[in-house]
């Protein structure tokens, strides 16, 4: 078996509205069946994820909050991956009524085009943070923060070398970790920007395109992929 695991994103990738349809829940456990791992790689809050999809077993491991947070489904247990949200940003926007504010262990975030009271706030108070888009999404976080960083640690944790990753996604914010994966995917429903950038786009939109990469992962384990990388590798 070469590619040993899935990283997907969950809005827009394997989800629909926040919704998890029993379809691809189904694929998800043949992924695991065939001996293979599952990662979550999301930008949503852990509590706001928590109360949208009841099938958080289905993962060996949770990527929260844009790369900020690990979670344990199983255990429960939760490892902060950046400094906690900034209480001095979080005051200033709340002063100056953002909309739509919403505040996690360590992401802030609202909703665009409010990123220019943000960067104005982040400005005045001489802090180190970032904003990442996602399809309307403002996300706040340290400087060296991102999907790619979480996933990184995620794959630590589990003895699993990028190489041999299947990274999935739709969105601005998967490009930072798509491209760190043996085989980087964008469903058919994806920005353009991130199709240029992968290996293989999906026939079908969101979980219909996930679905078919996992039957596609345990038929043939994308060996023309794999054999691909190898001999890049090799040439490089």
């Known amino acids: 078996m070469y590619f040993r695991a899935l990283a997907t994103d969950y809005d827009g990738t394997i989800a629909h509205d926040g919704v998890l349809r029993d379809d691809t829940a189904a694929a998800l456990e043949r992924l695991r069946y065939s001996g293979r791992r599952a990662i979550l790689v999301t930008g949503r809050e852990l509590d706001d994820l928590i109360e949208v999809c009841p099938r958080l077993d289905l993962f ?4 929260a909050e844009n790369g900020a947070l690990l979670y344990d489904p199983e255990s429960k247990e939760e490892t902060l991956l950046a400094e906690p949200a900034s209480k001095d940003l979080v005051e200033r926007l ?9 505040v996690g262990r360590a992401i802030i975030a609202t909703w665009e085009p409010h990123e220019v009271e943000v960067l104005q706030a982040i400005r005045d108070l001489g802090l180190e943070l970032q904003i990442i888009f996602n399809k309307g999404a403002v996300m706040v976080l340290p400087s060296s923060v991102n999907k790619a960083t979480g996933l990184a640690a995620a794959l630590q944790h589990l003895d699993v070398d990028a190489r041999h990753v299947v990274g999935v996604g739709d969105a601005e914010n998967d490009h930072a970790f798509i491209k760190t994966c043996g085989c980087a995917v964008a469903v058919a ?9 992968v290996d293989i786009v999906t026939d079908g939109e969101r979980g219909t395109g996930v679905s078919e990469l996992i039957d596609r992962m345990i038929a043939t384990d ?3 992929v794999a054999i691909l990388h190898d ?5 490089s």
């Open 231 to 235: 001999r890049l590798r090799v040439a």
């Open 189 to 197: 429903n994806a920005i353009p920007a991130l199709m240029k950038e």
């Open 94 to 102: 709340q002063a100056i009524k953002v909309p739509g504010l919403s």
């Open 222 to 224: 994308l060996q023309d």
């Open 60 to 63: 060996d491991l949770i990527v």
